[in-house]
């Protein structure tokens, strides 16, 4: 039999190993600017054409290196941040495997000139696909340029694999934010497509994060100090009412370097207990410096975990600085005549009742007009419920008597909504009416038995119908505000909102303009009550940023990330009116039984079934 086996090509095996460390533009951008880090620079420049896919520069004006240090920096394991293995435990560099060169170079066209201080004249080197194409002496400035064109150029498969230009641009500023953060006293300047995103100064830590993030956040930080034996913990963290529906700002480094850890994580958001709102995350900024001994970094080159010897001690460390931290932004204000109602009472604790639902009575309405708007405090909701469903009701009896019934809980509505009566939970069924059940459940019946609704998954598939429309529509219903709401944001989320500004604007959002941080929202979506404008932004903002883009449409994703914000939730009470309008405009939907999130709606329990259970 003949031989089968065969060494790989080497420029083969290099394409394989490179895809390790090189997944996407923001890689090389990582392991560029790490480069420039190490390599002591007090400048780095970052340059970047299409979301890195046509062009990626580093310019920094550090060590350089010499001619064949130019070149031996492109070979595999070619590193000169350790000697031994022992090293490894002793790491102050970012790097140190000796690998992101020789990857990149493997899989792109690269471009170098470097030229250490002590020297006259640089090296100008271009390698294409691992392969020196020139080498040559070149007056050049002190330091290292880098750029990295036509990624995956020889793997199409990858290059097709990239997503648009935008979400790689979001990566890379990701890990722009990141190494930036992790070293203030560094400058840096960022620009994409020829236009300058980020130019920071050295400073001091909380000026960087003001300058990456925008100068609002200032007020947002409180700042968290501790030293043990074990770990020196700096950074801030953010007040508790500034805490997000995004996951957006929170970093954790360790001796200067980006970290992921879900563990370290938890101690910060336990030590929040109390004080958030549901659903929402607190940024934080921390930084921690250990023993490099008590750590291990080796685990996977383009892996942002790290092990720690003692991960216990440091959660607890962790938990009390943060807990002490808030604790004395707590007391300050005691201080104050004013109080702030939030420091007071911590939101788990407080009652719900302070919630305003989502669904109130609209004075206007007229039961006898078909077309009368069924969700008052959403705006203008027109359609008319689908023919036939009505036929479900078991009593229904003539439509007038219908009608009557209507307005009178209209009226009753009216009366009742205030705190005299305790809840709805227990109001009967009524004759082919609707009553709510936990907050939670619209119960009505039906000819076989009867309907279980989920209220909140009812009105998410109402609403995500009707945003999809006028998406499609572009009909662009929009309520005008009387006041404009002016909304800061981070450069970043900036960058999401404008890229879907046009169906924001086909929903009936109306930005305008004014500087780089601050957007200044003049009319809203009719669904939108103006009071959740920040919120469903938000949750906007993060649904895109995890980058869910693939199959889903940008409308899909915004009709649902809007549906999910806007929507009447559990817990939320509803009169009699919205209950029923609910029930109607569902099942005047396309899709009834599952929710956009693929969740059913409504459950049926027929007589059968029931009886059943009385056997
Ligand atoms: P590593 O960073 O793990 O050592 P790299 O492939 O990233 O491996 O770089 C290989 C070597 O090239 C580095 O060890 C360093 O000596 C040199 N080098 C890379 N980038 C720069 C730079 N911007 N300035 C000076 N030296 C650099
Ligand atoms: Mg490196």
Redesign the pocket.
């Known amino acids: 039999m003949a031989d089968l086996i065969h060494l790989l090509p080497d420029h083969v095996a290099n394409q394989i190993a490179a895809g390790e460390v090189v997944q996407r533009p923001a890689s090389v951008v990582k392991?560029?600017l790490?480069?420039?880090v190490?390599?002591g620079?007090t400048e780095i420049e970052l340059i970047v054409k299409d979301g890195g896919k046509a062009l990626i520069q580093?310019v920094?004006n550090?060590?350089?290196?010499s001619e064949t240090?130019a070149r031996?920096?492109?070979e595999r394991h070619?590193?000169?941040?350790?000697q031994s293995a022992e090293d490894l435990f002793e790491l102050h560099?970012?790097?140190?495997?000796?690998?992101?060169?020789?990857?990149?170079a493997a899989i792109a066209h690269v471009d170098m000139q470097?030229r250490p201080a002590e020297d006259e004249v640089g090296t100008h080197i271009r390698i294409e696909g691992s392969k020196v194409v020139s080498q040559q002496a070149e007056v050049c400035p002190k330091?290292?340029s880098?750029s990295v064109k036509n990624l995956f150029f020889n793997i199409p498969a990858r290059r097709n694999f990239l997503k648009s230009n935008s979400v790689e641009f979001r990566h890379i500023t990701d890990e722009f934010h990141r190494v930036a953060l992790a070293h203030p006293a560094i400058g840096f300047r960022f620009y994409h497509n020829g236009s300058e995103l980020f130019h920071l100064n050295p400073a001091a830590l909380r000026k960087r994060i003001t300058n990456i993030f925008g100068h609002r956040m200032d007020e947002k930080l409180i700042s968290v100090e501790e030293e043990t034996q074990v770990v020196r913990i700096e950074g801030f963290i953010c007040k508790p009412e500034y805490a997000k529906k995004s996951r957006g700002e929170q970093y954790f480094f360790v001796n200067d370097r980006f970290i992921k850890s879900p563990y370290l994580h938890h101690a910060v958001v336990s030590a929040y207990e109390g004080l958030l709102k549901p659903d929402v995350h607190p940024g934080y900024f921390l930084y921690l410096q250990v023993d490099p001994h008590s750590i291990d970094i080796n685990i996977h080159p383009t892996k942002t975990e790290v092990k720690f010897d003692d991960e216990h001690t440091l959660y607890a460390i962790l938990r009390a600085a943060v807990k002490h931290g808030l604790g004395q932004f707590h007391l300050a204000p005691m201080l104050d005549f004013e109080k702030d109602q939030n420091l007071e009472t911590p939101y788990a604790y407080r009652n719900k009742e302070a919630h305003v639902p989502g669904i109130s009575v609209n004075p206007g309405f007229n039961p006898f007009e078909e077309s009368s708007a069924r969700f008052p405090s959403h705006g203008g909701y027109h359609k008319k419920s689908a023919e036939g469903w009505e036929n479900l009701f078991v009593d229904l009896k003539s439509g007038t008597e219908r009608q009557e019934s209507f307005s009178s809980v209209h009226f009753e509505s009216e009366a009742v909504t205030g705190s005299m009566f305790p809840s709805s939970d227990g109001d009967e069924a009524g004759e082919g009416t609707t009553f709510q059940l936990r907050r939670k459940y619209i119960v009505t019946t039906i000819r076989s038995g009867m309907l279980i609704i989920d209220q909140q998954r009812a009105h998410q598939r109402v609403l995500y119908e009707k945003f999809l429309r006028s998406l499609t529509v572009k009909e662009s219903l929009s309520q005008q505000l009387l006041f404009p709401v002016s909304l800061d944001f981070s450069p970043n989320e900036r960058h999401v909102l404008d890229e879907l500004s046009d169906q924001l604007n086909a929903l009936g959002f109306v930005f305008e303009e004014s500087d780089d941080e601050r957007v200044i929202v003049k009319g809203l979506p009719p669904m939108v009550p103006e009071k959740e404008v920040v919120s469903v932004l938000d949750q906007v903002i993060s649904e895109y940023g995890q980058g869910k883009e693939g199959n889903l449409s940008q409308s899909d994703m915004l009709a649902k990330a809007l549906s999910r914000s806007v929507c009447v939730k559990t817990g939320d009470r509803m009169d009699k009116t919205s209950q029923l309008a609910l029930v109607n405009d569902l099942f005047a939907c396309k899709e009834t039984l599952l929710s956009p999130f693929n969740k059913p709606i409504f459950i049926t329990l027929t007589e059968n079934e029931i009886d059943n259970k009385f056997k």
């Open positions: 392991e560029l790490e480069n420039a190490d390599a620079a580093v920094d550090g060590s350089g290196m240090d031996m920096s492109f070619a590193t000169s941040k350790i560099t970012k790097g140190f495997r000796g690998e992101a060169l020789a990857s990149i470097t330091g290292t880098i």
